[in-house]
């Protein structure tokens, strides 16, 4: 499998040299040269297989010609034999034809565990192979950074560096990035809002001689392997459902839209996918995109569902560049506008293409607390902020006959405040974590200027070099 840049000007790569490149030279992002697709026969095939072996055969076309197989199937068994229910990614009902798929029985009890997991152990296998060494720089609004950091620490050949908002995450969220003090993990809190975070780490990209004195590599979604190992579950889910004989719809509460780009994929390679709905809060782009084609920054403003606090979702660059017919050239030019004006001008046959298919929600936080009420009153079901968000625009966009299934991204515990607002429960961590908040912490403030973030990262770097 070969993969080519959204933006056109960048090398064509393979799997290994995708994972370990993250953003792609000229600023895009990677995506197949051609998309695997799997008959009805196929999927039936794959029914009744457990959660590794299905994310090893669902995987296995994205990374032929440089993961061998077997490899990729051990490493599969690896990353998800440590989480906390024997399905992995279970399925409950809620209501009638809705469902919630948890994605957050992993070691940090969110959705990013389901891919960085695997990642951390991809990075391995690449760089053992390679004898090579790369810093890994990340951005996230909560979940992403705790993930990388809990699949990367102590690893040898990685350094890891990430990037948060100061004061923008949970306490929860923010200790179990700050609270792992392997020399190996160094965290940043950036004196901004995650978009500028996110800003920071693309232009340690865009500074050719920093990317490669540093030899940097990325976890954030951008990686491509960050999305392909996310289809899975929305595989394993429709197949439990009826797929590919019936049809299924996803909801997914969406901040970068990498999570639901996968979903999307995974429709690409032809599972009957009906609809995908995006679930907002009050920064709310893309569902204003989705409604009526207006995609235009705003300020971040805080939110009981911080994951999701971001006006420019990297990952609608993937989409865009499908929805585009593959014009890289057409592609680059509105992302390059999109980044001078803060507003993307997307065609509107573009737009309407994109309409058709996915449809969106926003709640503001007291819309989120009464939903968060609403489940727990009616079906006793515990939503943290993002799930109750997705829940909510799976019941909105249900169809009659097709089962809509609601990703539940996060552990309600990693909110407990904003769960006490809501139904007056602070749920409890699990006990691996119980002593979380006894744990010393290490992180460095840092303001949101490019040079002095540059500063940090070769400092974490040349440390224990």
């Not at 940090?108 to 152990?121: C, E, I, N, V």
């Not at 009826?242 to 970068?256: E, S």
């Not at 709640?363 to 939903?371: F, G, M, P, Q």
């Not at 749920?427 to 002593?435: K, Q, S, Y």
């Amino acid at each position: 499998m070969r993969y080519v840049s959204t933006r056109g000007q960048a090398p064509v790569r393979d799997f290994s040299e995708v994972l370990l490149a993250g953003l792609a030279e000229d600023g895009g992002l990677y995506l197949p040269e051609t998309w695997p697709v799997l008959s009805a026969d196929d999927w039936r095939a794959l029914r009744g297989l457990s959660y590794p072996e299905l994310a090893a055969r669902i995987i296995g076309p994205f990374a032929a010609g440089s993961i061998a197989p077997e490899t990729l199937r051990r490493l599969c068994h690896e990353a998800y034999a440590g989480f906390d229910h024997a399905a992995i990614v279970p399925l409950v009902q809620v209501e009638d034809g809705l469902f919630v798929q948890e994605l957050f029985h992993g070691p940090t009890l969110a959705f990013k565990d389901m891919a960085m997991q695997l990642l951390g152990r991809l990075f391995d296998h690449v760089l053992a192979e390679r004898d090579a060494h790369v810093t890994i720089v990340g951005a996230t609004s909560g979940d992403t950074g705790s993930a990388a950091i809990e699949a990367c620490r102590g690893r040898t050949r990685v350094k890891t560096v990430i990037l948060h908002p100061e004061g923008r995450t949970s306490d929860v969220q923010r200790r179990q990035m700050t609270t792992v003090l392997e020399p190996n993990v160094t965290n940043l809190a950036v004196q901004g809002t995650f978009d500028d975070c996110q800003d920071l780490v693309k232009g340690m990209f865009a500074d050719a001689p920093f990317r490669q004195e540093m030899r940097l590599s990325a976890v954030n979604s951008i990686n491509w392997a960050r999305i392909a190992a996310q289809v899975p579950y929305y595989v394993y889910a429709a197949l439990a459902l009826g797929a590919p004989d019936r049809a299924v719809a996803f909801a997914v509460p969406t901040g970068n839209f990498g999570n639901i780009l996968a979903a999307w994929a995974a429709r690409r390679m032809g599972l009957p996918v009906r609809a995908l709905c995006v679930g907002s809060n009050r920064n709310d782009i893309l569902t204003r995109f989705l409604r009526g084609n207006d995609m235009s920054v705003q300020g971040v403003v805080p939110s009981l569902s911080p994951s999701m606090d971001i006006q420019v979702s990297s990952n609608f660059e993937r989409l865009l560049f499908e929805l585009l017919d593959r014009d890289a050239a057409s592609c680059a030019r509105i992302m390059t506008d999109f980044r001078r004006t803060g507003r993307m001008a997307v065609p509107d046959a573009t737009w309407r293409r994109a309409a058709e298919l996915f449809h969106a929600l926003a709640l503001d936080d007291e819309a989120t607390k009464t939903e968060i009420r609403k489940l727990y009153a009616q079906s006793g079901y515990l939503a943290d902020p993002h799930s109750a968000i997705g829940i909510a625009a799976g019941r909105m966009f249900r169809e009659p006959g097709i089962p809509m299934v609601a990703m539940a991204t996060a552990h309600p515990a990693k909110f407990p405040d904003a769960m006490e607002a809501a139904i007056g429960i602070r749920p409890a961590l699990p006990p691996r974590l119980a002593d979380l908040f006894d744990r010393p912490e290490r992180y460095e403030v840092v303001a949101a200027r490019l040079d002095a973030v540059e500063d940090r990262v070769r400092a974490a770097v040349l440390k224990n070099a």
